[in-house]
């Protein structure tokens, strides 16, 4: 017969109040990170201009969508204040994109995808372009034998 295992120690059964017992170990115990970086009166004024550029979130939305200006505001933003140049103010993608409260792959995104952006209509949030027709003609077929028969007056639905 196996030995008895034994029982809990009476130190862990102990009750003792939820704000003793931290949810993420590792996270409690290391002290938040924080960039700061003197910035000049025309930076912090920039950046001002850029937040007002950023969309509201509507509330219950989960994904925030931003404008084209809002975008490219920020690329010219990273591009005059990176570390690059030699009057910038020496920030990277992440502090920039801190400050901007944007992840740091959204703004390696924007700047990897300029042309697009550029390309993009003004105030226009997603780059896409709809969908490509798989069948072009069947479809242009379709649509206009669709408009003939509501010249006509007939109803086109699926009862």
């Known amino acids: 017969m196996p030995p008895k295992r034994p029982g809990p120690i009476v130190e862990n059964t102990v009750k003792r109040p939820r704000s003793q017992f931290p949810l993420n170990k590792a996270k409690a115990s290391v002290p938040e990170e924080t960039v700061e970086v003197n910035t000049t009166g025309e930076a912090t004024n920039e950046l001002a201009e850029i937040h007002t550029l950023a ?23 990273w591009r005059k204040y990176s570390i690059s140049p030699p ?18 792959r959204m703004l390696g995104q924007w700047i990897k995808n300029e042309a697009v952006i550029l390309a993009m209509k003004t ?7 709809g969908r490509i027709a798989q069948f072009p003609e069947m479809e242009n077929h379709i649509h206009e034998k669709f ?10 639905g699926w009862s």
């Not at 509201?56 to 975008?71: C, D, L, N, S």
């Not at 103010?89 to 400050?99: D, F, M, Q, T």
């Open 87 to 104: 009057e910038g103010l020496g920030l990277s993608k992440y502090a920039v994109a801190k400050r901007l409260k944007i992840s740091e």
């Open 55 to 77: 969309s509201p979130a509507v509330i219950g939305q989960r994904r925030k969508q931003y404008t084209r200006e809002f975008k490219l505001a920020t690329i010219t933003y």
């Open 147 to 156: 408009l003939k028969l509501r010249e006509t007056g007939v109803k086109i």
């Open 123 to 129: 105030k226009q949030k997603k780059a896409t372009t």
